[in-house]
């Protein structure tokens, strides 16, 4: 999955040179382009400029809301307001241009027969709906909405009456899609609307779910073993993590927990101050809850299970007190793929013993990942 961070930073620049695109074909018939501008842009028509041109905007004004919740502190100004000359130049241009273009293409829409055919209908149907998303009070994208919501109902059809096999493999490619698009269902974008109400034909293909958030199984904290029971505000702070986290885990797999801790961002943006993630800073020392996240086994990685594990073991000893007797945190848990943290678990298990016997951990809750679910592991 390419970094958020990589992707904005794309978009951004490809905004400004089809801006420049367009500008030179309105103002010429001749079909030229300055040399910094690639091959495959110097072919395209006035009204594939403007297409192009309002696709990526929109497309980087969903980008905006998941950003901002990843990372608030550096992404704390609008992506409108770095970029806003992009956003309302030249509106009257791209309306005139765009809009025999927009009526064309959507009536020409075919609803694809087989799982790769019906990709690429629902890919070419979420791109009309970002370009909508920059052009909301142009005329021709109000008169047609009705096909988008319309397109959206033939989707879901031509899903149904595909083999499981077919429906399997379209599922994974659209997960995929998402993931690297970087649409989270859970963004709001303008007026309050989540990309998973917009989107929700693409959500409900790949699996992921973006209405009610995905409840832990309700025994879960009958099963995990403490050193002391747990008072009913921490039974449901410890609640309120795994649910974050098993909705974290089964919208797109760690790979995009790992890129979005690689670049020093909160994986789960959802909860409070009280959880600490390892690694990463997204609270200050001794947090009530420590979450460490392993993304594979490997050793020099920051982000394998062994590294993680010591990282976890050396946050515990900094938290007890002088006299190693109390903690200021009371839980942690342990995540990664199950096959790679059954191993380093047992390796620590005796530190981890160690600090549950005092009484400084209440609890250790390993938790191993197979096909993005989550599995409570009986360690002792």
């Not at 905004?15 to 074909?25: E, P, Q």
């Not at 033939?154 to 493999?169: G, I, P, V, Y």
């Not at 009371?330 to 793929?337: K, L």
Request: glycine share 8%; net charge negative; charged share 30%.
């Amino acid at each position: 999955m390419k970094s958020l961070h990589r992707r904005l930073a794309l978009l951004s620049r490809r905004v400004r040179d089809l801006k420049a695109i367009v500008r030179r074909l309105d103002r010429s018939d001749r079909r030229e382009a300055p040399d910094w501008i690639g091959e495959e842009d110097r072919a395209l028509t006035l009204q594939e400029a403007c297409y192009e041109l309002t696709l990526t905007t929109g497309q980087l004004m969903e980008l905006e809301p998941v950003s901002a919740a990843f990372w608030p502190e550096t992404d704390g100004d609008s992506i409108e307001g770095k970029w806003g000359e992009h956003f309302h130049l030249d509106a009257d241009v791209i309306e005139r241009a765009l809009g025999d273009l927009a009526v064309r293409r959507m009536d020409s829409a075919v609803v694809g027969e087989t799982g790769a055919e019906l990709f690429e209908s629902m890919v070419a149907w979420r791109e009309w709906r970002a370009v909508r998303s920059f052009g909301e009070s142009m005329g021709y994208l109000t008169e047609r909405s009705w096909w988008l919501e319309g397109q959206a109902e033939r989707l879901r059809s031509a899903h149904k009456a595909l083999s499981n096999e077919a429906r399997e493999s379209l599922s994974n490619a659209v997960k995929d899609y998402l993931a690297n698009q970087w649409m989270y269902p859970w963004a709001r974008v303008e007026q309050g609307e989540s990309l998973g109400e917009r989107y929700g034909v693409l959500f409900e293909v790949a699996g992921i779910p973006y209405g009610d958030p995905i409840l832990f199984e309700s025994d879960v904290l009958n099963r995990i073993k403490v050193s002391t029971p747990l008072d009913a505000e921490l039974a449901a702070l410890l609640k309120r993590v795994l649910d974050s986290l098993e909705r974290a885990v089964a919208e797109y797999g760690l790979s995009s927990l790992e890129d979005i801790l690689a670049d020093d961002g909160d994986p789960m943006p959802d909860l409070p101050s009280e959880v600490g993630v390892i690694p990463g800073d997204r609270s200050g020392p001794c947090p009530k809850v420590l979450l460490a996240i392993a993304t594979s086994k490997s050793t020099r990685s920051k982000h394998g299970a062994a590294p993680v594990m010591r990282k976890l073991r050396e946050a515990l000893i900094a938290c007890c007190d002088a006299s190693g007797a109390t903690s200021k945190t009371e839980i942690a848990i342990f995540v990664g793929p199950l096959d790679a943290i059954e191993g380093v678990i047992e390796e620590s298990s005796g530190d981890l013993e160690r600090h549950l016997g005092k009484g400084t951990l209440k609890a250790f809750i390993p938790v191993g990942l197979l096909r993005n679910k989550l599995n409570v592991l009986n360690w002792r």
